[in-house]
Each structure stands twice: as structure tokens, then as C-alpha cells.
């Protein structure tokens, strides 16, 4: 089973960038970054396809890219432009095809980081 340790949140102003990373013990088909505010479900913001395609929501579109170096076992997301909306706790997710519900679905992932809070200020 996957281990994933999140890191490089933190607070900003609007129009500022960070880069969260996704440090993780076993490579997975699916790799995700989601979101969650209180109360709220978790959002999929960025994920990367069993053949290395990359998908969106459409609210990070233009602003936000998904990668990840199999040889650092590490994950990335790196955020630009942020906006006070896109204040969340970020999690990391792998998951395998034979739980695919699509690709920003949080239930096609069964491994989840422990969370890096984002905080947007105006």
C-alpha cells in the first residue's frame, strides 16, 4: 500500500504561487491531487492518467500543473495565480484501475496523504 506525505503549503496573497509535493513509497496507475474546504467534500483539482495524460477542473485550468519524477518518487503541484477560493486543505491520492470511477473522483482512490493546508488571502 501507498504512503504519501504532503508538503509546501502555506499562505499567500491572491495572484502569489506555491508548489505543493507529494512524496510517496510506491508509484500507483492513478496519481491525484484533491482538495477539501470544512464541511465540503473532496474536490479533484489535477490528476495524471494511466499513460501520463494530465486532466484539470476546470476552476484550475491555465493555473495549476500536475507532474511527478518517478525517480524522486515525488509528486508535484505547482499553483499560480492563486485565488482566496482556492484556500483548502490539499491531498495527495494514488489509486489503480480496478477502482476507476474517473479521474478526479475521490472514490477511484484508496491511498491519501495526510493533507497541506493552503491558505488565499485578498
Known amino acids: 500500500q501507498a504512503q504519501l506525505v504532503e508538503s509546501g503549503g502555506g499562505s499567500v496573497q491572491a495572484g502569489g504561487s506555491l508548489r505543493l509535493s507529494c512524496l510517496y513509497t510506491t508509484g500507483r496507475w492513478y496519481m491525484a491531487w484533491f482538495r477539501q474546504t470544512p464541511g465540503e467534500g473532496r474536490e479533484g483539482v489535477a490528476a495524471?492518467?494511466?499513460?501520463?495524460?494530465?486532466v484539470y477542473a476546470d476552476s484550475v485550468k491555465g493555473r495549476f500543473t500536475i507532474s511527478r519524477d518517478d525517480t524522486a518518487n515525488t509528486l508535484y503541484l505547482q499553483m499560480n495565480n492563486l485565488k482566496p477560493e482556492d484556500t483548502a486543505m490539499y491531498y495527495c491520492?494514488?489509486?489503480?484501475?480496478?477502482?476507476?470511477?474517473?479521474?478526479?473522483?475521490?472514490?477511484?482512490?484508496?491511498?491519501w496523504g495526510q493533507g497541506t493546508q493552503v491558505t488565499v488571502s485578498s
Open positions: 491520492a494514488a489509486g489503480d484501475p480496478e477502482h476507476y470511477m474517473g479521474y478526479l473522483k475521490s472514490s477511484t482512490y484508496r491511498n
Open positions: 495524471f492518467t494511466g499513460r501520463g495524460v494530465t
